[in-house]
């Protein structure tokens, strides 16, 4: 019997859609799902000529696969995935490579890789974006762990991954726990910008008045643009939906209470740990909470006075035209934040990360897919040392046009009383960076006045402590 060149564990609708994606470019698969059910009922279903042979178990898998072994884990991250690793490990031999496709958490990758290592097994932990269709048609593929183990399995990877101008969108990121570190920013990233689309909308439903029809053009025209993005393109798709039972659009009909599973909130957790501002993702985070906080907000709603402005009086094609130019800055803000995190982690994990490599395997496939990610990827291949993407001579450029129209976006959402919390905290962000000297110096006089904390000064080195509260003692310089 012919050996199958990789075999999947976890049969739910991103396992199932990457074995068919494998299929469909010629490799042959083996497939087990816990539940042998499931297993029998996706091999039955499957159109003849299908190279797919199902497992009953772990040991029958293993027995059919040829070496060494691929073997690719699509299940729910966390304890079920140690759990299979766990049964799968004393199965394997010397050189087989286990592939976690879940949206696992960086450290469990690193933890797993060492683990692993110790039976001279390769662990690859693959960031996978894309949804179902990526996953059938071709993923962002975010490969990280052994470098030998990703050439055993790249020649699956690189067929299977999305293609953008006859590159494959994955390629080896680095040790351990980079690959699912990547796709954890990239899940930042792509908080920030679904909230930034949100705010959008917002503004021009609640100042404009626009309705779901009007929106939906208004973002298919900005998905001809600069903006062309995967998310822009499903949100004009999106305004057009109705409700077939009431012929209302859709989204109109949508309980405003978001969910979340978690992927944003480690972004902001790890951007804590290497002290580096995501404040458009932050925003984002913050937002969804916000938004889950559905009675709280019913009651606020009726007891919060409201702003004092008028309607809207303002030039209307004017605010739509800003708000493109808004979105557009805010964007290169959260692309600029989530650069910053990648290198701040590279550089502590010694990952050795690849700015341009990674906005290229981001260009296709993925949720984030954007026609910026290709500006990206040319700022960083021609300056890789390039400190703030904001620095870019293409970002610098954009701003210096939309920042004008980024401001009166923020003002006038505002004055209004409409949240525009990504939007102004990618402002606040662009303000401060643009700064040489900040209030800061106040600050540092606070920490001095209470605690003792001490402080540099503009025109001498050391540090130095004053007591404030006495006039007649000087300051002191401490060391
Ligand atoms: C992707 C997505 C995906 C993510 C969902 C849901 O790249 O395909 O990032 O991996 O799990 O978008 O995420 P939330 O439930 O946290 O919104």
Known sequence: MNKCNIGLIGLGVMGRSLVLNMDSKGFSAAVYNRTWEITEKFTAGLAPGKNVKPARSLEELVSILERPRRIMIMIKAGKATDAVIGDLAPLLHAGDVVIDGGNSLFTDSQRRFHELAKQNIHFIGIGVSGGEEGALKGPSLMPGGTEEGWKIIAPIFTRVAAQVGGEPCARYLGPDGAGHYVKMVHNGIEYAEMQLICEAYDV?????????????????????????????????????????????????????????????????????????????????????????????????????????????????????????????????????????????????????????????????????????????????????????????????????????????????????????????????????????????NLLQAQRDFFGAHKYERVDRDGEFHTDWQDETRSTTLLK
């Open 204 to 440: 021009l439903a609640q100042l404009l008045g626009l309705d779901a029809d009007r929106l939906a053009e208004i973002f298919a025209k900005w998905n001809e643009g600069d903006l062309e993005s995967y998310l822009i393109e499903i949100t004009a798709q999106i305004f057009r939906k109705r409700d077939p039972e009431s012929g209302q659009p859709l989204v109109d009909l949508i309980l405003d209470r978001a969910k979340q599973k978690g992927t944003g909130m480690w972004t902001l957790e790890s951007a804590n740990r290497q002290a580096t501002v995501v404040s458009t993702i932050n925003a984002a985070v913050d937002s969804r909470i916000l938004s889950s906080q559905k009675a709280a907000r019913t009651t606020a709603s009726k007891l919060l006075p409201k702003p004092e402005s008028a309607a809207f009086a303002g030039d209307r094609a004017g605010l739509v035209a800003a708000m493109h130019d808004a979105l557009y800055a805010a964007k290169l803000v959260t692309h600029a934040q989530g650069v910053d995190l990648l290198r701040s982690a590279s550089t502590d994990h010694g990952w050795n990360l690849d700015i341009a490599g990674i906005a290229t395997i981001w260009r296709g496939g993925c949720i984030i897919r954007s026609r910026l990610l290709e500006r990206i990827r040319e700022a960083f291949e021609s300056d890789p040392k390039l400190d703030n993407l904001l620095l870019a001579p293409f970002s610098r450029a954009a701003i210096e046009a939309g920042q004008a129209n980024w401001r009166n976006v923020v003002a006038t959402a505002i004055t209004h009383g409409v949240a525009i919390p990504a939007l102004s905290a990618s402002l606040a962000y662009f303000d401060s960076l643009r700064r040489e000297r900040l209030p800061a």
